[in-house]
């Protein structure tokens, strides 16, 4: 029997299986991931003139070790204020002392000498808000997608002789038994004291059927959508020098709809994702100047909360990334003049223009796409944020759609992260507690330390 078994590697899973493995080195840990291991994580259709996903059985960007967080741009966003409500359980002291923790063995194992970005004192704070756009607090460490490699390769080569990694191997059922756990896969079970369920966004489906088979109370009522905007690095480089990332808000003056930029890759490119089948837009960027772009791309999103009776947040969500499909084949790019001028892009005016994509998208029509309440509130964003950032509203600027922010359904826990089972936790983005590396990343260290309290070990 396991001590510990960890469902999902991805940073919730790596911390909580970190932590148990350096404060107690004779705990039996196994830890499961239907995807692959760092060194064979790779997209069929990365580095190819292909404009849509394959649609593989796993996906290499999302699942294996490093879950989601593998390919990404390594942010590790210091703050309660975005990022997750994980304060909410632990509080917001410890919420904060957890990522810092996070952040010292993320320095420790590849990390160090990567920059740490802060808003404490800036001025850009007065100018945003004398625009009407607010600027949230926060301190973001950037490791970039090449060292955060590094540091979970160093994670990977610390933990694999200390437990059990079983790669390409998705976890079908959880069962509850008298001593702990039964953990099944296609080909075995597994028994553990305790089970730590950590299956990010990509997980969300298999984690809603654990939850009606187990009867755990959920909820899900937002989604954000909206589109992911890129344009000449130099015009948001006053913000990106400083900050690195810039969380604004802005209030649209039409439907006082909250809209926010999101995921800031100064000098990055451009990716699909896909969830669950469904193409989406997203972004990362490189610490090494040899591999940075000329442009600086960032999400607009706009968070839509559904009421009673409605209860599908992320099928709304996930209906209107489908359009996005159909039209395009997968993501649509349009020129922001062309939008505003109610026609769609075609090649000839995207290469004609000042904005040199970097992923290849379908030319088309957003307006076709996004509901006329979500396409208005980023357009007056746009002119907003055109006052801080002269240039981002040029025709040129390119905006790629769709990109849907997907909240997983939140699932009830108690101040512990444990289900209404004890010693079953569930943690990370699949919980619907974190949206982040560092609140992902968190919460994993904080329920891994709650396990060895909870057997008498001091730490
Ligand atoms: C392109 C991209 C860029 C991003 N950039 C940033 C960023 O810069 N900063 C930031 O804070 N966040 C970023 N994010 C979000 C961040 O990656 C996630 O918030 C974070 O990875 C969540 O961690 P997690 O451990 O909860 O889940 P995940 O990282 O999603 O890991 C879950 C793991 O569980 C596995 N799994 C799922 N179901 C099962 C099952 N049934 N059995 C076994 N294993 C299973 C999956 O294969 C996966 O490996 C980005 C995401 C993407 C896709």
Redesign the pocket.
Known sequence: MYDVII???????IFSAYELMKQDENLKIAV????RSLEQRHCPIDGEKVKSCIGCK?CA????F????A???????ITNDF?GTLYEYIGRQKALELMKYVDTINMSHGGEGTKMYSTAGTDLKKVCLQNKLKLLDASVRHLGTDVNYVVLKNLYDEMKDHMDFFFD????KIQVKEDGYLVSTKDAEYACKKCIV??????SK?METVCEDLEIPTKSNRVDIGVRVELPAVIFSHLTDELYESKIVYRTEKFEDNVRTF?MNPYGIV?N?NTNGIVTV?G?SYDSPDLRTENTNFALLVAKHFSEPFKDSNGYGESIARLSNMLGGGVIVQRFGDLVRGRRSNQKRIEEGLVTPTLSATPGDLSLVLPKRILDGIIEMIYALDKIAPGTANDDTLLYGVEVKFYNMEVELDENLQSRYPGLYI????SGV?????H?SASGVYVARHILESEGKAI
């Open positions: 469902i999902g590697a991805g940073p919730g899973g499961f991931d239907a995807g796993t960007i999302m699942n294996g490093g879950g989601a967080g390919f990404s741009d390594g942010k590790y966003n990022g191997t998705p976890v079908e950590s299956v990010g966004r990509s997980g298999w995921c990716v994702e997203n990362h943690i990370g983005d699949g974190t949206h982040s590396l560092s992902a």
